[in-house]
């Protein structure tokens, strides 16, 4: 059930959806970066907090150029590095254990929320089981990550496999990343604005306005980001494959 849930086909229609949010997002960031350094400067009676917004929209627009370029380049280093694995019963075996972790974390935070009648305990098993998700879909496929399945693979191919798989999964999310974390990002700082208007909890939603801005500026340079450790890692990588080569 759950392999038929999570294919390949579902996984880049969701990804191509989110790249899309990303880039849509741009101008909407823009306009509640802007808008919270009016209602701040307002708040504060002072011009600084406008000046701010402003140059953290010039900054954001550069993040955001950055992001989208590079998206095209970690497209790429997917697509030309590839890894060979002699089965993928491994990968199967470690998305069983994935899922069990998965439904123990969502419980447990359910039960901590119940215990302690608020919400806030269920965000980071939540976040922890997103991941997991991810993590489990790629296992189930791993074409996504270009590793296949080679019948000839040795034991050290397998090993060089699974190391390659972990770097190009973090860098096959660089769309749900960039996508994902600015809806989330801007919905926090729309959130923090509402609530700073009608001078609830100021300093608390001050806060969350501003985690708001880090969310949405790491989003935009997330591709960026990715794809950097992904050329730092694959020195490893190669370095791997020439002792390999001596080896044979």
């Given at each position: 059930?759950?392999?038929?849930?999570?294919?390949?086909?579902?996984?880049?229609?969701?990804?191509?959806?989110?790249?899309?949010?990303?880039?849509?997002?741009?101008?909407?960031?823009?306009?509640?970066?802007?808008?919270?350094?009016?209602?701040?400067?307002?708040?504060?009676?002072?011009?600084?907090?406008?000046?701010?917004?402003?140059?953290?929209?010039?900054?954001?627009?550069?993040?955001?150029?950055?992001?989208?370029?590079?998206?095209?380049?970690?497209?790429?280093?997917?697509?030309?590095?590839?890894?060979?694995?002699?089965?993928?019963?491994?990968?199967?075996?470690?998305?069983?254990?994935?899922?069990?972790?998965l439904i123990g974390l969502v419980v447990f935070g359910i039960y901590m929320a119940i215990k302690l009648s608020v919400i806030e305990p269920l965000y980071a098993p939540l976040g922890y089981a997103a991941a997991v998700c991810f993590l489990v879909w790629?296992?189930?496929?791993?074409?996504?990550?270009?590793?296949?399945?080679?019948?000839?693979?040795?034991?050290?191919?397998?090993?060089?496999?699974?190391?390659?798989?972990?770097?190009?999964?973090?860098?096959?999310?660089?769309?749900?990343?960039?996508?994902?974390?600015?809806?989330?990002?801007?919905?926090?700082?729309?959130?923090?604005?509402?609530?700073?208007?009608?001078?609830?909890?100021?300093?608390?939603?001050?806060?969350?306005?501003?985690?708001?801005?880090?969310?949405?500026?790491?989003?935009?340079?997330?591709?960026?980001?990715?794809?950097?450790?992904?050329?730092?890692?694959?020195?490893?990588?190669?370095?791997?494959?020439?002792?390999?080569?001596?080896?044979?």
């Amino acid at each position: 059930m759950v392999s038929g849930l999570l294919t390949a086909e579902t996984f880049n229609r969701f990804e191509a959806q989110l790249g899309r949010a990303g880039i849509m997002m741009a101008p909407v960031t823009a306009g509640l970066l802007i808008a919270l350094g009016i209602i701040l400067g307002i708040k504060e009676d002072s011009f600084n907090s406008f000046a701010v917004s402003i140059a953290a929209t010039v900054i954001f627009f550069i993040a955001h150029w950055c992001g989208r370029a590079l998206s095209v380049n970690c497209d790429l280093a997917i697509v030309n590095s590839s890894g060979r694995i002699s089965g993928y019963g491994l990968f199967r075996s470690i998305a069983l254990v994935a899922l069990v972790g998965l439904i123990g974390l969502v419980v447990f935070g359910i039960y901590m929320a119940i215990k302690l009648s608020v919400i806030e305990p269920l965000y980071a098993p939540l976040g922890y089981a997103a991941a997991v998700c991810f993590l489990v879909w790629f296992l189930l496929n791993p074409t996504l990550v270009s590793i296949k399945s080679d019948d000839s693979s040795s034991p050290g191919d397998d090993v060089l496999s699974l190391f390659l798989f972990g770097t190009l999964s973090s860098l096959k999310l660089h769309r749900v990343i960039f996508g994902g974390g600015l809806i989330l990002g801007n919905l926090a700082i729309a959130y923090s604005m509402i609530k700073i208007m009608r001078e609830e909890v100021y300093i608390l939603d001050g806060i969350t306005g501003f985690s708001g801005v880090i969310i949405v500026f790491a989003a935009a340079l997330a591709p960026l980001f990715l794809y950097l450790f992904f050329i730092m890692s694959y020195l490893i990588i190669d370095l791997m494959r020439a002792v390999l080569r001596i080896g044979k």
